[in-house]
């Protein structure tokens, strides 16, 4: 079973519009979160992170993380067409462990 | 920002024959990671290192071998490649620290297609 789920698998959104998704763990021993962006041919690149309840803001992009149920959320503003890309949620506990725990990805394409 | 350097960017190798990936990082993070990505698999973690001389098992490490002979270089090493090995594989660094996170610094991947 897959410890990070993500959705949607994929979505579109117009230029300027609103994306949003999201991501649950179904292991309790995840603590910290991160959102990660990977655009074609490359590799994934931090986004940000989350570790406290509540939402975090960084420009466009805000994270909502909610402990007790273990879901997190990306909701990214005025969308551009460079925001088109593969999303994922990573996740690991919180002791000194090995590596992150990556869902599926979710798949955004902003369109003019 | 973080480097790290992946080679080759793109390998054929044949069923049975031996392939080594590489990894350098410039970053002096002590861990450093590899990843296999595959359409409804997502980034699966093979074997990790937190330091030069170790090596460790991640989620899928059947079939691979790792080594880490310095703080900068990582190696992924495929004794017997087999057609399912066919995947982008990823390496990362990352200084994970007590009580905290750990942000991973990906390459930009080698794609290995196994005849």
């Known amino acids: 079973q897959q410890k990070v789920q993500q959705s949607p698998e994929s979505l579109s959104v117009p230029e300027g519009g609103m994306a949003s998704f999201n991501c649950t763990s179904s292991?309790?021993?995840?603590?910290y979160f991160w959102w990660y962006r990977q655009h074609s041919g490359e590799g994934p690149k931090a986004l940000m992170?989350?570790?406290?309840?509540g939402d975090k803001k960084e420009g466009r992009f805000t994270a909502h993380l909610n402990k007790a149920s273990l879901h997190v959320s990306l909701h990214i503003r005025d969308s551009q067409p460079s925001d088109s890309a593969l999303y994922f949620c990573a996740a690991r506990p919180n002791n000194y462990a090995q590596g992150l725990t990556f869902g599926l990805g979710t798949r955004v394409s902003v369109f003019p | 920002e973080a480097a790290v350097t992946q080679s080759p960017r793109n390998k054929v190798a044949v069923t049975g024959g031996k392939v080594t990936l590489s990894c350098n990082q410039t970053?002096?993070?002590?861990?450093m990671y590899w990843y296999r990505q595959d359409t409804g698999h997502g980034l699966r973690l093979i074997h990790y290192?937190?330091?030069?001389?170790s090596t460790e098992k991640g989620d899928i490490p059947d079939g691979y071998k790792a080594s880490r002979p310095s703080q900068e270089n990582f190696s992924l090493i495929l004794e017997l490649a087999t057609p399912s090995q066919t995947s982008v594989y990823f390496c990362a660094s990352g200084d994970a620290y007590w009580g905290g996170g750990e942000t991973l610094y990906f390459g930009s991947g080698t794609r290995l297609t196994v005849l």
């Open positions: 290192s937190y330091g030069a001389g």
């Open positions: 992170s989350i570790f406290s309840d």
């Open positions: 292991d309790r021993n995840f603590q």
């Open positions: 970053n002096n993070h002590n861990n």
